[in-house]
């Protein structure tokens, strides 16, 4: 596609909920992070794959998150039963990869949990 | 422990004045220093990229600039517009390891007309 695409752009859910976010990355991209950004913070970092592995999981808060990437594409990330301090907007962003790390961004989910 | 520092206060400055922000490090060693723009609702968007063996690097009306030994990134937004008001932010992309880019929290500008 021609940018980042995720879905979906908004989500409520109650808490104690599973919720599945989808990132698309651009294609021929093999790098794709997950970031999360709470109201008026910066990015935090959550998992980084390169092709279908994830190197680095250490960004991600607990046990209740996880994230696959198949096909070195599509990513989706599980939050599992969800808690209210889990609400924020999940960027997703992917770049080429090697020397050339410029990230390109989605526009995000909003995820709320009440 | 690894830390980027971005001013938490919101810079303020006349329209056609430059604005100057500054992204500090420590407990790093980044084989490239980048810049983001990010507006309110939406995802950060690229602007720049210096490598450490660069000094500056320019881009229309931005400059930045990389100093490897102090550990400091300048970005500069020279002739600033009103739409040039958003979040600037830094990230660090390390020379080793996993390449994950890490972000600082961002510093806002405004500009004022």
């Known amino acids: 596609g021609a940018g980042v695409s995720q879905s979906p752009s908004n989500k409520v859910t109650e808490k104690g909920k599973d919720v599945e976010l989808r990132c698309d990355p651009i294609?021929?991209?093999?790098?794709l992070y997950w970031y999360r950004q709470s109201l008026g913070q910066g990015l935090e970092f959550l998992i980084y794959?390169?092709?279908?592995?994830?190197?680095?999981k250490s960004g991600l808060p607990s046990d209740r998150f996880s994230a696959e990437r198949t096909g070195g594409s599509v990513s989706t990330l599980t939050i599992q039963r969800t808690q209210q301090e889990d609400s924020a907007v999940y960027l997703c962003?992917?770049?080429?990869?090697?020397?050339?790390?410029?990230?390109?961004f989605g526009q995000g989910t909003r995820l709320t949990v009440v | 422990s690894q830390k980027i520092e971005q001013n938490s206060e919101a810079l303020n400055i006349q329209e056609g004045k430059t604005a100057t922000l500054t992204c500090n490090y420590t407990?790093?060693?980044?084989?490239?220093l980048q810049w983001y723009r990010q507006d309110p609702g939406r995802g950060p968007v690229f602007l720049l990229l210096?490598?450490?063996?660069?000094k500056e690097k320019r881009k229309e009306r931005l400059k930045v600039t990389f100093d490897t030994t102090l550990k400091q990134s300048l970005f500069h937004i020279t002739a600033s517009q009103p739409a040039d008001s958003a979040t600037y932010l830094c990230?660090?992309?390390?020379?080793?390891?996993?390449?994950?880019?890490?972000f600082g929290k961002g510093n806002q500008v405004v500009v004022i007309p």
């Open positions: 794959f390169q092709g279908n592995s994830a190197p680095d």
């Open positions: 962003a992917s770049s080429l990869g090697g020397a050339s790390t410029e990230a390109f």
């Open positions: 210096i490598r450490e063996n660069e």
């Open positions: 294609s021929g991209h093999t790098a």
């Open positions: 990230a660090l992309d390390p020379r080793y390891g996993n390449n994950r880019l890490a």
């Open positions: 407990n790093y060693s980044p084989a490239y």
